[in-house]
């Protein structure tokens, strides 16, 4: 985790984007995540567009809200770990859409958002292992398994029906990216002293 805060222009540029992106709905036509369109016509952009669109004003305004905080946190404290995060989100997602439990239509950035939440999430609790700093994790982790079993419970429907597996994809991402960072942390060389040879 970084000591020096810096600006997060990461997750400005990307919230910048989506924001553009929710103010011309015309576009999302074109960049929503629709498999036949991917599988026939060769569309594979939109396994990355479609995180970048939203199904209505509400589904994008919490997506973004979520995203900001969390991505813009992670950003500041480590980017690496938050461009990892984001890179395996998209990666995971793309192969859990295509999959045969994927979906034939999907759009929104909250199973990406997922991955720096879990990072933010993860770094609180590691910062003091107790039952205060556990707490916002078992809430994240609540939230998740209410969605499985009753996504229609959880705020206000948001256009296209909430697809549980996209945030535990975005979760897997984010545990996955600590996974890789600590292991080349362990492996990195540590800088060696340099032998001053004294004269004379």
Request: include cysteine; charged fraction near 10%; aromatic fraction near 12%.
């Amino acid at each position: 985790m970084n000591n020096q805060w810096s600006l997060p222009w990461i997750t400005v540029a990307i919230s910048a984007v989506v924001l553009g992106l929710g103010l011309s709905p015309e576009l999302f036509q074109w960049l929503y995540f629709d498999r036949a369109l991917i599988v026939e016509q060769q569309q594979w952009w939109r396994l990355l567009t479609g995180h970048l669109v939203h199904s209505s004003e509400a589904h994008l305004g919490w997506d973004l809200l979520g995203f900001m905080v969390f991505a813009g946190i992670a950003e500041c404290w480590h980017r690496k770990k938050l461009i990892v995060s984001i890179g395996i989100a998209v990666f995971m997602l793309g192969c859990l859409l295509m999959s045969p439990f994927g979906l034939d239509r999907y759009c929104g950035l909250s199973g990406v958002l997922c991955a720096p939440a879990t990072l933010v999430l993860l770094a609180h609790f590691n910062k003091q292992r107790d039952v205060l700093h556990f707490l916002p994790l078992f809430i994240a982790g609540l939230k998740l398994v209410i969605e499985e079993n009753n996504a229609d419970l959880l705020l206000a429907q948001q256009g296209w029906p909430l697809y549980a597996p996209a945030h535990w994809a975005g979760v897997m991402a984010g545990i996955f990216s600590v996974a890789v960072h600590a292991k080349w942390s362990v492996h990195l060389p540590k800088n060696r002293p340099i032998a001053v040879k004294p004269n004379g």
